[in-house]
């Protein structure tokens, strides 16, 4: 029954909902724009997205909505109502607190940025980069005055990805990851380099390796009528307004098996979450995930926990074999298990395996927070990188295309992003700890390609309550813990380990 | 130079052009739609087209809009700002003509009517659907009231999509068409039925079928960088905002081959039309074609007078053999060209010919416009429809469905729609025949597969002008007549007569 004091409620949820409309057309546009749209299209598709980016904005920071939180009873607590209106006035305040001159200029300067790094990364010039990402580095700063923060203007940016995280939080967790993942890479980078990845490189049939990825995905529970799989360059799970329409991408290497397989199970992980967000939700600010590093929780457990597990492998290597007899055919289950879990420093981060990844990511962080403190200038990062580059993964930088542009994070505006990549790996392991605990049996049945009861955890505790709880509120729901490192160093110790008989 | 007194004319500018990005959007969903959307973003999609539509007249019909179209400085007469002005102030004045309560009942009744159709049709059911075309019919009558007329509310109906036509040309040209066309179909009704169109049937691979459309249309010009096809159900074109992303569609049957193909040089006609209007009014009212006649007189040009051209498949056929030497091998050319311009009378408009077309289309407008002026009443519609068909082709109808039921447009909300067919069939001639006026040797160049001069014609002529001019100037300034039924009477007296020995 809708009482009078409900009526501002149901306005408040309306406007949302055309935001929601309109946000999940540019998701749309964007997917067009990746996978079918002709070269012709750039321009008038970027206007289009701007059009759309604008209005959404627009919308949000009327005074209309503004009222309308103003004069809004408070929910009860607790209640979805209340989670909306929660994040409504979150969206709300972060939008009105940023200039709209500065929302603009970051806009042009990543504009002009993203063009420059790739021609810089192209040439391995640092030096007209430099001056794109100085301008964006003082742009972020102000930024983070303007969102405002307690302790560290490093806060305000981080929690724009995962809300409620801190950089002394952040750094605390990497403490923990240091010390226990710097010494097993230097030991592990001490024993000869036996290429156990090798078995991976042959020649590899694309749509074979398309079909055996569907293959997998459907017996992790995609649903197939709710999404699609489509080439792209850059991989990317594309979530178009709801558990309705979630579709994957991936980019096929016909002499490499890994980045078609891995992206496929990655973006998969992704789309699980999405799909599985309660369908009344949508429409909503509820809708979707509830962070960058819980979503990407679920990429790296559907790729790494599930699909780097011995026991995974156990039911699909056969399979696998079946389809590619010639490239595989002198390869045993065992061999293959080793090869997709080759340990190994390397200086990209994307090809980093799970050992060393983390470390990529450690070095970005502090190189960013250095940066936005500006205890370091843009001037010596190069420097900076290479030294951390050094300390970290025992490697020295052949290059800057190879160093520190190899990503485009910085030149797109994104800071405070990174360190989301490693919460993501730390809370899989935590996640799936909690699951396995639930339900002993999942690994046993990963090893008959049942993913049943592990999927049906992660609806229940984490997939169907989309954004209605903070990662916090969620992590400590699902698992009992406030994120905690332990269950994913128990899993990396045990795992690499047994692979490389560490003592 | 910009003056104080062209900033309302920018200002207007910068809305009409998101009033573009967010059209240009909608028509992206709505391609995908029909495309890649899978099942499960139906209810989803239906939403964020709404939101995208509901913007676009808000912002249209925003007291701002009004504002600046009243402060406007009239724009030099003939000038691209001139008619930038006059487009502005016709779509403004009629998106506030129509009260919001009209435009959204409408739009019910019509989301209610398109699955009742579709069900009544399955089921040849005439009297599950008949109240929801009473009801629609009512509230097309109230729109041409709302958005007003000189001498009759069909007017109003039929200037929506040929602005500056009348029920009154209209008839006045299909009563030249009839003259013509009538005792012509009686006279080859009367001969023995050969099955001429048999050569079409078959085994056509479908790949080597979109192949082959595919060769066709890159040889008429259309550009594959600002463009693609893809597969649907019901074929169209997709102009996703400007000349730099024109999509086409096409239904493949491997048994016949005239659906895909004819097709694609039907949607290709669209699409070179908007591939060629100037790329600077692209986000502006002056993107796009003229109206449905004129859009339309282009896909017929290169479906028919090019593509079912004796010229053409002289050079084509040869082609088409080689492709598919089997189902082919025992057809020569000639009875290749009268299986493409085989023409019988049949109950279905879509699968009618050149020559009986268009008095499908007599006969939906006649109705049309009595239902409009209560001259027939819903319950005689069945019987009037049949009797019309008795007249006009010479056929009795089997059952409702393939009769009064065999078209979406009524239930769709389209009312005045139905001529912009025959008044693109009558341009298609006089366009064609303006062209070889000033280039004789374009039927010698299409009998080599060169379209350079006609495409050129077109573009210079027709194309390039976009929404610039109405309907009627354009007619006159690109063929120096007003619209004229005789170059197409000439097609088809000379096609047809030559074609069943006429006397």
Known sequence: MTTTSDRPLQLLKDRLATISDVSAAEAALDWDRQTYMPEGGVEGRAEQLAALRRLAHEILVSK???SLLEVLDEPEPGSEDFALARLARRDFERAVRLPAELVAELTRASALAQPAWERARAASDWATFAPHLEKLMRLQRETAEHLGYEDHPYDALLDLYEPGSTKARVQQMFEELKTLLVP??????????????????GEFDEAKQEEFGRGVISDFGYDWGRGRLDRVVHPFCAPLGGPGDVRITARFDRGWLSPALFAILHEAGHALYEQGVTPSYSRSPLSGGTSMGVHESQ?????????????????YYPRLKETFPEPLGETDPETFYRAVNEARPSEIRVEADELTYNLHILLRFELEVALIEEDLSISDLPAAWDAKTEEYLDLTAENHAQGVLQDVHWAAGLVGYFPTYSIGNVLSAQFFEAATKAHPEIPEMMGRGDFEALLGWMRANVYRHGRRYYPDELVEMATGHPLDTKPYLRYLKSKFGELYELT
Chains 1, 2 share one sequence.
């Open 64 to 66: 209309e909505t503004r």
């Open 299 to 315: 990429s790296r457990l559907w790729e790494n926990l599930v699909g780097r597990s011995r026991a995974f492998w156990s039911f």
């Open 184 to 201: 097993m890479i230097h030991e592990i980078g001490a024993l000869p380099n036996e290429g156990r990845s090798r078995p991976l490189y």
